[in-house]
């Protein structure tokens, strides 16, 4: 350990954070030096604490090598990632990001490098290839490479790590959750990501593994949050849950992260429908505030994010003294450990603005919104994922306002952040799309509102199929802003195209008397067009209208042919 924290290593991380953004400085690079100590005294006293209990035969000599494995791999894995800070990524605001990332990570560090002297923990590197001495080195670095955010890298290591490694075993199992993780996060193929969680699955509960086994279902609730499946993404998260709870007892500190995230799923898929939802949240969430207090203290980093949920979960049930006390103390203790110009601390003012929008205050909930993107914008720059996101927020915040201006403005912004990033389509390009169509709505624009959303509705249904509820509620929106459009008809083309559109989704969902009516109302409204407009719809709406009237047991001949459509 002497030679993980040396001089020179301190100097680079100096100048990593110094370079990282013009917003860092010297109290940055001082809290991010504490934090690296802690976790390396936290790594000394757990050896000494294994080799102590190993010579005084509290473990045996297996055990013993077990628990230094464990420490080996987080030894391994900071090591690596404090060399890989060094190495400037080349997306705007990447160092930023990595330097703010770890802090959380070193502060996660600490308890999960206080756990490898516990059974629990290290009975994973019992007799098993995870022990290896290859497989402690491919286990450490890849972690870093995960913290770094280095997705090209891993994937293509881990591709050849999975190929080597075809049987069933701990180190696959592991290696199995790395790369449906690094799926999630950087490809958008969450399906494939649960086939891979699935077989990783099969393979922990076979052992006996409850630690893996939860890790799996949480990574799985993930995909299953990412593809809208909100039901199975909730029991994942409880099976996680209850599978670190059967492993360390209910007031671990990771139960108590456990009781945290599936919470935080609960809060994700709330709908004033289910208030009893609601309810478990703020159980599980009180439930680990507690545990987190008694472990680790009542101003520490994680349980002030414990008191954040608490206050969104109070403001959700309208109760704004309580919403205002939770917030105020996670708020503080969040500044008090990151400083006031952090990404933690703009995540802890956008909890104070979702609440306060809940709790109907909406131009204060806008303000905090503007201030939390602010403080991203200070870090990151202009072009980054968070900032999409934070403009996103902050639209759907200027619309509760009435500003429906400045709402269409940000909403465009996020949607061109995320273009110009190039990043994967996804269910917030479809998000963003659908809350631009509302604002454009709000502000008399029916045509540029339609446009949105049958974007909207196209990516969803790319990203989740015909049936899904999330595309049944857009059809829903497109349908109400075609009876909109249709009261303007200055420009036929668009809303016959329009009209094209939905009805072929209709005819998908086997909807046929609406798909019927809209082609219809599509084939009149080109009769209108000009001719070279008018060909490149006619065999689409003759295709649909075909398809209707066959489903429809309809006599083909009230349908109008393809020749007819062309006379016309």
Same mark, same amino acid.
């Given at each position: 350990?002497?030679?993980?924290?040396?001089?020179? @290593?301190?100097?680079?991380?100096?100048?990593?954070?110094?370079?990282?953004?013009?917003?860092?400085?010297?109290?940055?690079?001082?809290?991010?030096?504490?934090?690296?100590?802690?976790?390396?005294?936290?790594?000394?006293?757990?050896?000494?604490?294994?080799?102590?209990?190993?010579?005084?035969?509290?473990?045996?000599?297996?055990?013993?090598?077990?628990?230094?494995?464990?420490?080996?791999?987080?030894?391994?894995?900071?090591?690596?990632?404090?060399?890989?800070?060094?190495?400037?990524?080349?997306?705007?605001?990447?160092?930023?990001?990595?330097?703010?990332?770890?802090?959380?990570?070193?502060?996660?560090?600490?308890?999960?490098?206080?756990?490898?002297?516990?059974?629990?923990?290290?009975?994973?590197?019992?007799?098993?290839?995870?022990?290896?001495?290859?497989?402690?080195?491919?286990?450490?670095?890849?972690?870093?490479?995960?913290?770094?955010?280095?997705?090209?890298?891993?994937?293509?290591?881990?591709?050849?790590?999975?190929?080597?490694?075809?049987?069933?075993?701990?180190?696959?199992?592991?290696?199995?959750?790395?790369?449906?993780?690094?799926?999630?996060?950087?490809?958008?193929?969450?399906?494939?990501?649960?086939?891979?969680?699935?077989?990783?699955?099969?393979?922990?509960?076979?052992?006996?593994?409850?630690?893996?086994?939860?890790?799996?279902?949480?990574?799985?609730?993930?995909?299953?949050?990412?593809?809208?499946?909100?039901?199975?993404?909730?029991?994942?998260?409880?099976?996680?849950?209850?599978?670190?709870?059967?492993?360390?007892?209910?007031?671990?500190?990771?139960?108590?992260?456990?009781?945290?995230?599936?919470?935080?799923?609960?809060?994700?898929?709330?709908?004033?429908?289910?208030?009893?939802?609601?309810?478990?949240?703020?159980?599980?969430?009180?439930?680990?505030?507690?545990?987190?207090?008694?472990?680790?203290?009542?101003?520490?980093?994680?349980?002030?994010?414990?008191?954040?949920?608490?206050?969104?979960?109070?403001?959700? @049930?309208?109760?704004?003294?309580?919403?205002?006390?939770?917030?105020?103390?996670?708020?503080?203790?969040?500044?008090?450990?990151?400083?006031?110009?952090?990404?933690?601390?703009?995540?802890?003012?956008?909890?104070?603005?979702?609440?306060?929008?809940?709790?109907?205050?909406?131009?204060?909930?806008?303000?905090?919104?503007?201030?939390?993107?602010?403080?991203?914008?200070?870090?990151?720059?202009?072009?980054?994922?968070?900032?999409?996101?934070?403009?996103?927020?902050?639209?759907?915040?200027?619309?509760?306002?009435? @500003?429906?201006?400045?709402?269409?403005?940000?909403?465009?912004?996020?949607?061109?952040?995320?273009?110009?990033?190039?990043?994967?389509?996804?269910?917030?390009?479809?998000?963003?799309?659908?809350?631009?169509?509302?604002?454009?709505?709000?502000?008399?624009?029916?045509?540029?509102?339609?446009?949105?959303?049958?974007?909207?509705?196209?990516?969803? @249904?790319?990203?989740?199929?015909?049936?899904?509820?999330?595309?049944?509620?857009?059809?829903?929106?497109?349908?109400?802003?075609?009876?909109?459009?249709?009261?303007?008809?200055?420009?036929?083309?668009?809303?016959?195209?329009?009209?094209?559109?939905?009805?072929?989704?209709?005819?998908?969902?086997?909807?046929?008397?609406?798909?019927?009516?809209?082609?219809?109302?599509?084939?009149?409204?080109?009769?209108?067009?000009?001719?070279?407009?008018?060909?490149?719809?006619?065999?689409?709406?003759?295709?649909?209208?075909?398809?209707?009237?066959?489903?429809?047991?309809?006599?083909?001949?009230?349908?109008?042919?393809?020749?007819?459509?062309?006379?016309?």
């Amino acid at each position: 350990m002497d030679a993980l924290w040396t001089p020179a @290593r301190q100097a680079r991380l100096s100048r990593a954070v110094r370079g990282a953004s013009k917003s860092l400085g010297d109290a940055d690079v001082q809290r991010l030096g504490e934090r690296m100590i802690a976790w390396t005294d936290a790594w000394v006293l757990s050896s000494a604490e294994i080799d102590s209990a190993s010579r005084r035969g509290r473990l045996s000599h297996a055990e013993a090598s077990a628990g230094r494995a464990c420490l080996e791999v987080e030894r391994v894995e900071y090591a690596a990632l404090l060399d890989g800070l060094n190495q400037r990524c080349q997306a705007p605001g990447c160092q930023a990001e990595r330097v703010a990332q770890l802090e959380w990570e070193l502060i996660a560090a600490v308890q999960s490098t206080r756990a490898c002297t516990q059974p629990a923990f290290f009975k994973a590197y019992l007799s098993s290839n995870l022990a290896e001495p290859e497989a402690l080195d491919i286990q450490g670095h890849f972690l870093a490479l995960e913290a770094l955010g280095e997705e090209r890298l891993l994937g293509r290591y881990l591709a050849g790590a999975l190929a080597r490694h075809r049987s069933p075993s701990p180190l696959r199992t592991r290696l199995l959750l790395l790369e449906a993780r690094r799926m999630l996060r950087s490809t958008a193929r969450p399906t494939d990501a649960i086939e891979l969680l699935d077989a990783g699955l099969a393979e922990a509960e076979g052992r006996g593994d409850a630690l893996e086994t939860a890790s799996l279902r949480a990574a799985r609730s993930d995909a299953n949050l990412e593809l809208a499946r909100f039901d199975a993404a909730r029991k994942d998260a409880q099976l996680a849950l209850q599978h670190t709870e059967r492993a360390l007892g209910p007031d671990h500190v990771q139960t108590a992260l456990a009781r945290a995230t599936y919470a935080w799923i609960l809060l994700c898929t709330y709908s004033p429908e289910a208030p009893l939802e609601l309810d478990t949240a703020a159980r599980q969430l009180d439930h680990a505030r507690v545990a987190l207090t008694r472990a680790l203290g009542p101003t520490h980093p994680l349980t002030a994010r414990i008191e954040l949920g608490l206050g969104q979960v109070a403001a959700l @049930r309208n109760d704004p003294g309580a919403s205002q006390r939770w917030l105020t103390r996670g708020t503080s203790s969040t500044a008090v450990a990151f400083g006031a110009q952090h990404l933690a601390m703009a995540d802890a003012v956008r909890c104070n603005a979702s609440a306060e929008s809940a709790l109907g205050a909406p131009r204060t909930g806008a303000l905090l919104f503007k201030r939390a993107l602010e403080i991203e914008e200070r870090i990151l720059g202009d072009m980054h994922p968070r900032i999409a996101s934070a403009n996103l927020n902050l639209g759907i915040a200027y619309r509760g306002v009435g @500003r429906t201006d400045w709402s269409i403005g940000r909403l465009r912004k996020a949607l061109s952040i995320r273009a110009q990033l190039g990043l994967p389509r996804r269910d917030e390009d479809a998000l963003i799309w659908h809350e631009l169509g509302l604002s454009q709505q709000l502000a008399k624009q029916p045509r540029s509102a339609l446009k949105s959303y049958q974007a909207s509705l196209a990516l969803y @249904r790319q990203l989740y199929g015909d049936t899904h509820p999330e595309v049944m509620s857009m059809l829903d929106a497109f349908r109400k802003a075609l009876d909109a459009r249709e009261a303007n008809p200055s420009t036929p083309y668009d809303l016959a195209l329009a009209l094209t559109e939905v009805a072929a989704v209709e005819v998908d969902l086997d909807q046929f008397e609406q798909a019927k009516r809209h082609a219809e109302r599509a084939e009149r409204l080109s009769r209108r067009l000009p001719a070279k407009r008018r060909a490149r719809l006619q065999s689409t709406i003759c295709h649909l209208l075909s398809q209707t009237y066959a489903a429809l047991t309809l006599e083909q001949s009230e349908a109008p042919s393809c020749s007819q459509f062309r006379s016309r």
